[in-house]
Structure formats: structure tokens, C-alpha cells
């Protein structure tokens, strides 16, 4: 674990009741060393001339508090030193004090932030001459600032303070992980209406990651109910930080009553790498908070921030494109899928960096896109008229993208016209200029165009109508509110579509339910779980099989009347 640049700080433990998280709490801001005897402490002190604090308990094996702080001050007298007590040494204290051999004394049991405050006074009475008064309200402001009075843990500014002094990870120096945590329960309101219930459940997994993560470079509270771990993992590798969170996620799991109400508490957690060309905190944090924030929409499965896997890492699903007027086989869309071994397929939200930069999604793209060309014989062979792909608008945008895109055709001696690009309905936060020109370069090519999730942004039909595209793809999420709006966002769509002679597909359907609403207002192009789900290629043939036979559909499932 890398050492903190601040003041070395020397820990004599004797006492077995002195909370672990003490360590975890000192070892982001300061050097620390541990010992747990007399002899220890003395042997660490010849060893670091730099020793600015002694810490130290009034018992302990061999030497009690006294007889080691009168040792300590003879080897060195320029550190500052602060004693521990229990009420009954207060006589033999108070003669230490008397001697000069104190700089301050704390009595058990005392709360974290005075601990904090007295080793900063310490290292202010060491490193100047200032007055007394001034210095205690230097140290108490910056410890206040660094930690959270309720958890013990590093506050936003501590974290924040702990990740600028990594610096990043040098040239073969192992680079940081941040787990950022946000505690949730069940009844999903019982934290955001309770105060005093949300601070006992924070409490609560303040004492279990201590635990956990006794050796972590910093444990911190992020926001109201947010906690992180940053630390130097083991195992850098995407599996084994995806296996480390989903040990915080157990540990931090658990059944509680809160008031009246039992209640269920876990963590959504969200990972983040640290790298040489990724050392701004608060972009750190940021990307975060993205990632966490993507794991609580979805679910318990960890989502990892970091720099693009390997190729032989990822692979091609495709997931059909129905007409259930005809019941036929439309198109199939490829998708990106990192092949985890324990959670299997994980789509790109999850480890793709964020924010969603040209040159982090850029290699993902590229190989996609080779991928695509590569496997597009045996998809056709399958039954499919054509094959889509979601590439994102700044992909398309990149000037070299379509010489690229050429290329990959003629590698692979394909037809344009059988390729589909899907683009997201961001794409009219781009000049529309530049975008209808890209646009109808791919159309020449005799590319299709089509709008994904249209709807969710910012993109209008009357917007789509200045473009050369070919189909909209309504989002999902119009499926699923279909009682709250959803009807009626995809039935104008279905119109409003067909008059400027653009297909439409709806994507979202996830029961028979699903199905038999959305084709009530006229959809034939669907898409979603309960027709297919995702498969790699080898799995493809398969189903297209079972599916001519009307086997492929839940209960077989009629498609058409």
C-alpha cells in the first residue's frame, strides 16, 4: 500500500479496546507506524528520525504509558505526545503532565473528531511558534473539514484529500480503486424520511467497512447516504474488482428494524479506476457517482468504470427484430457484451469509462464493428435480411469513421445495403449540418439509418424530417409507462412516422401483456426480452430454427391473428 506524504505518526497500542478504524482513519493523512508494545514503539522511534506525533495508551505489556513517554522524550524530544487514559491513571497523568512530558491528554472513551483535533494541534505546536489559541482553531477547522463527526469515516473533503495525494497511478505503481457505495433499504423510504433511522443504518456500515477494509487508504462518507472505499486492490483486473465489490456488497447486507419497521439494507456499488491520465478527484468522483448511479438503476451487480477491456474479453449478442404482423424475421441487432464469469453477458453501461468521451468509446466501436463484419456471414445465414448495430453519434461523427467503415465492408466482401447503423437521439445536440451530411454519405453507401431510444432526448420528428434517416426506434421506457403517457408518445410516433415514410420499431416488450398493448396501437416492428433476448451467434441458428417452427416464443406464443 503507498505510504501518505504527510507527518509520520507513531501509534503505541497496548490497549486491545482502542477501535481498529483509528488506523484506517490516520493512514490516508499521515505516515503511520503501529506498534503494539513499549519495546515496539521505542525500536520504531530509532528507526524514524521523522517521528512528528506519538500517540500511545496508558497500558501496556512490560512499561506502562508513563515510563514509555519519559523513553520516548529522551529519544525524541522534538515529537509532540498524547496519552490515552482511563480515569483511574489520572493521578500518575497528571505528574507526566506536570513533567512536560505530555502535549495532551485524552480521556476514554473519547469521539474520533478529538483525536483528529489533537494530533493536528500537535503538529501545529511542533511546526510553529504561533499562539495557542490560533492553533487549536487551525487544527479544529481542518479535521472538522476532513472527517464526519457521525461515522468516524473521512468526510467529502478527506476523500477528496486522499485521492489528490495518490496522484494518480505512476509508471509501475499500481493505481488506486474507488468503491463508491450508496446505502439503500426496503421500504425504499424508510432512509429518506427518517433521519435519525438513516444515521443508525450509517453508523451501522461504518463499523462493518472498517471491518472489511481495515487497510484501505481511506474510508469516507460521500453525501447523505453514500460511503466509499479507496484503496490499492490486490488484483487490479476487471474480474477480481468486480469479485472485491461484491464482497463489500455482502458484507454490507443486512436486516435491521427501524422504528416500527423491519427493514432490509444493501449497497448499490460503483467502480472506478485510477490511472496516470486519471488523477482530478473530482472527476474521479464524478465518474463515480455515474457508475453507482448506473448500478442502482439496474441492479446489485457492480458497475466498473475503467479503461477499455481487451478484445478477447468482449463479444457480439444479437438480439432478432420481429414482425408480428407477418411473423417473420425482420432485422437483428448486434450488441456489445463483456463475458463475465460470474454474471455472464454485462452490457456496455457497465464498463464503458464515463463520461462517455469520443476516445473511451472509440475502441469499443472499432471492434464492434470489425466483430460485426466478421460473424455477419452466419447471421445472414441464419435468416436475417439485414443487421443493425448501436454505434454512438461521436463515432459516426469522426471524420476517419467512414473510410474505416468502407474498409471493413470490402474486408469481409459485404453489401452495405444488408448493415444498419443505430444511433441514440442525442444526436441533435451535433450541428445539424455536419450531421446531415454524415448521414447522407451513409445513405449513399446504402446504409440505413436508425434513431434509438427516440423519444428519451432531445430529437423530434420534425427534427428527424431535415435527415436522411430511415427508421425510429421508440425507448423503452414508453413500454413500460404505457398507463402514464407511454400509449400515447408511441401511437403519434406510429403516425406521425408513417407520413414522412419512416419504420418504426418498439423496442420494450417484456410479457405477453407488453405485446398484445403495443400491438393494439398499431405496432408490428417489436423488439424486447419476451420475443428474444440477446444470444451470441452460435446460439443464433438455433433459435431462428425453433422460431419458423413457432416454438422460439414463451408458451409458443401466437405473433399474428
Given at each position: 500500500m503507498a505510504e501518505s506524504k504527510g507527518p509520520r505518526i507513531l501509534i503505541v497500542n497496548g490497549d486491545p479496546e482502542l477501535p481498529d478504524r483509528l488506523q484506517a482513519q490516520l493512514r490516508f493523512r499521515y505516515k503511520l507506524s503501529i506498534a503494539s508494545s513499549a519495546a515496539r514503539g521505542l525500536e520504531y522511534l530509532g528507526q524514524h528520525a521523522d517521528t512528528a506525533v506519538i500517540v500511545s495508551t496508558m497500558r501496556m505489556p512490560a512499561l506502562d504509558g508513563i515510563g514509555f513517554l519519559a523513553a520516548a522524550r529522551a529519544r525524541r524530544p522534538d515529537a509532540r505526545r498524547i496519552l490515552i487514559c482511563d480515569d483511574s491513571d489520572l493521578s500518575a497523568t497528571v505528574a507526566a503532565i506536570e513533567d512536560g512530558q505530555l502535549c495532551r491528554l485524552l480521556l476514554q472513551p473519547f469521539d474520533m473528531t478529538v483525536l483528529m483535533v489533537a494530533i493536528e494541534f500537535a503538529l501545529e505546536q511542533r511546526s510553529s511558534e504561533m499562539q495557542v489559541g490560533s492553533a487549536i482553531r487551525r487544527a479544529f477547522v481542518r479535521t472538522v473539514a476532513a472527517f464526519d463527526r457521525l461515522t468516524g469515516l473521512a468526510s467529502r473533503r478527506g476523500l477528496i484529500e486522499a485521492i489528490e495525494s495518490c496522484g494518480g497511478g505512476a509508471d509501475g505503481v499500481q493505481a488506486p480503486a474507488i468503491f463508491l457505495m450508496q446505502v439503500r433499504s426496503s421500504p425504499a423510504d424508510v432512509l429518506q424520511t427518517d433521519l435519525a433511522a438513516a444515521e443508525r443504518v450509517l453508523m451501522e456500515i461504518a463499523h462493518r467497512i472498517t471491518e472489511l477494509r481495515p487497510q484501505a487508504l481511506c474510508l469516507a462518507r460521500w453525501g447523505l447516504l453514500g460511503v466509499a472505499v479507496l484503496e490499492i486492490p490486490p488484483d487490479p483486473t476487471p474480474d477480481a474488482l468486480i469479485a472485491r465489490a461484491q464482497e463489500l456488497i455482502e458484507g454490507l447486507t443486512f436486516s435491521c428494524k427501524l422504528g416500527k419497521t423491519a427493514a432490509f439494507v444493501d449497497v448499490s456499488v460503483g467502480i472506478v479506476t485510477m490511472g496516470a491520465q486519471m488523477s482530478n478527484a473530482r472527476i474521479i468522483m464524478g465518474n463515480a457517482e455515474l457508475a453507482e448511479g448506473s448500478a442502482r438503476a439496474t441492479s446489485r451487480v457492480p458497475i466498473l468504470c475503467m479503461k477499455p477491456l481487451p478484445p478477447d474479453r468482449l463479444e457480439l449478442h444479437y438480439q432478432p427484430i420481429i414482425?408480428?404482423?407477418?411473423?417473420?424475421?425482420?432485422?437483428?441487432?448486434?450488441?456489445?457484451?463483456?463475458?463475465?464469469?460470474?454474471?455472464?453477458?454485462?452490457?456496455?453501461?457497465?464498463?464503458?469509462?464515463?463520461?462517455?468521451?469520443?476516445?473511451?468509446?472509440?475502441?469499443?466501436?472499432?471492434?464492434?464493428?470489425?466483430?460485426?463484419?466478421?460473424?455477419?456471414?452466419?447471421?445472414?445465414?441464419?435468416?436475417?435480411?439485414?443487421?443493425?448495430?448501436?454505434?454512438?453519434?461521436?463515432?459516426?461523427?469522426?471524420?476517419?469513421?467512414?473510410?474505416?467503415?468502407?474498409?471493413?465492408?470490402?474486408?469481409?466482401?459485404?453489401?452495405?445495403?444488408?448493415?444498419?447503423?443505430?444511433?441514440?437521439?442525442?444526436?441533435?445536440?451535433?450541428?445539424?449540418?455536419?450531421?446531415?451530411s454524415m448521414l447522407t454519405d451513409l445513405r449513399r453507401l446504402g446504409i440505413r439509418t436508425t434513431i434509438d431510444d427516440f423519444g428519451r432526448g432531445c430529437a423530434s420528428l420534425g427534427y428527424l424530417s431535415q435527415l436522411p434517416v430511415s427508421v425510429v426506434k421508440t425507448d423503452a421506457s414508453f413500454v413500460r409507462d404505457f398507463d402514464c403517457g407511454g400509449e400515447a408518445v408511441i401511437a403519434a410516433t406510429l403516425s406521425m412516422a408513417a407520413r414522412l415514410g419512416l419504420e418504426t420499431i418498439v423496442e420494450g416488450i417484456e410479457t405477453a401483456a407488453m405485446l398484445e398493448r403495443v400491438r393494439g396501437v398499431g405496432a408490428t416492428l417489436l423488439q424486447g426480452f419476451w420475443l428474444a433476448r440477446p444470444m451470441p451467434v452460435t446460439a443464433l441458428g438455433g433459435w431462428c430454427e425453433q422460431f419458423r417452427k413457432g416454438m422460439a416464443l414463451p408458451m409458443g406464443a401466437p405473433l399474428h391473428h
Open positions: 414482425d408480428v404482423r407477418r411473423g417473420t424475421l425482420h432485422a437483428v441487432e448486434a450488441l456489445v457484451r463483456w463475458s463475465h464469469p460470474h454474471y455472464g453477458p454485462i452490457a456496455p453501461g457497465t464498463f464503458i469509462p464515463a463520461p462517455r468521451s469520443a476516445s473511451s468509446i472509440a475502441p469499443f466501436g472499432e471492434w464492434a464493428l470489425q466483430r460485426m463484419c466478421t460473424e455477419a456471414g452466419a447471421v445472414l445465414d441464419c435468416g436475417f435480411p439485414t443487421i443493425a448495430i448501436n454505434l454512438s453519434m461521436m463515432q459516426v461523427l469522426d471524420p476517419c469513421f467512414l473510410y474505416g467503415f468502407r474498409a471493413a465492408l470490402d474486408e469481409a466482401s459485404l453489401s452495405p445495403s444488408i448493415l444498419g447503423i443505430e444511433i441514440a437521439d442525442s444526436l441533435c445536440a451535433y450541428d445539424l449540418d455536419l450531421v446531415r
